[in-house]
């Protein structure tokens, strides 16, 4: 199986122009990005990808290999350097800002930039870090999800869209959600809310963006500055949006910020 079949590869936008990459996060696929990624096509050659058991990938899941964020790192490399690419802007959403991490750490001559879309190095509170939950939140969430993944994602999709005032974005979360297989969904969750990367955000080379919502349940604001505090060289842009999918939700200003950045690093 090719590469492009195996993470249904969408390879768009100005052929002969650098590469930007949009990473979907956790339970989503690539249509996510539907109103930022065309924005791009101008200027930039646009590439999109599903995560193994997500969307249309048809890559085989191997529950040892995916058991942490390392093997979809890896999946990012594969694609990366199969499509020739050199040098991209990476732009991850959620868990995808710190796979991106882990894969230039891996493959550093591939990436020229992050832009980080509610990135969260570490979930869990610890006496000097506040990353949001304590460990008993997080079992609750994991036990939760595994017990009873729809009745989870009914729940808990309108709270981390975060725009009460517009239903229809909770419910196209939802839908997402509900197309992954839960058991795969139960790994991801795993390998996402129990990993940690802080110490992995020092050795990130390249220039990174980090966009943070005035509010967001699952990467709260304090998060975003972390973040933006420890990556070696980094801006931190504070959206005036809520929830934890502002590329749904405010895709104007996450563009505009994007464009800004990409002005100002050339």
Known sequence: MGIREAFNVSDG??????????AHGFGC??????????????????????????????????????ASLTGYADDVVRILRELGLTRVVFVGHSVSAMIGVLAEIQAPDLFAAHVMVGPSPCYLNDADYRGGFDPDDIDGLLDSLASNYLGWSASMAPAIMGNPDRPELGRELEASFCT????????????????????????????????????????????????????????????????HCPHLSAPEAVVDAIDTFLAVRG
Not at 13 to 22: E, H, R, S, T, Y
Not at 36 to 48: C, G, K, L, S, T
Not at 221 to 243: E, K, M, N
């Open 29 to 66: 696929d690539q249509t996510m990005w539907r109103h930022v990624a065309p924005h791009f096509e101008d200027r930039y050659r646009v590439i999109q990808f599903d995560y193994v058991g997500s969307g249309r990938a048809r890559a085989p899941y191997d529950p040892e290999r995916y």
């Open 13 to 22: 936008g100005k052929a002969n122009g650098p590469a930007m990459v949009f």
């Open 180 to 243: 992954v297989d839960p058991d795969i969904a139960e790994r991801f969750a795993r390998a996402t809310f129990l990993s940690d990367n802080r110490d992995d955000l020092a050795r990130v080379s390249a220039p990174s963006l980090v966009l943070q919502c005035r509010e967001d349940v699952i990467a709260a604001p304090q998060v975003g500055a972390y973040v933006a505090d420890h990556l070696p060289d980094a801006s931190l842009v504070v959206l005036d949006a809520t929830g």
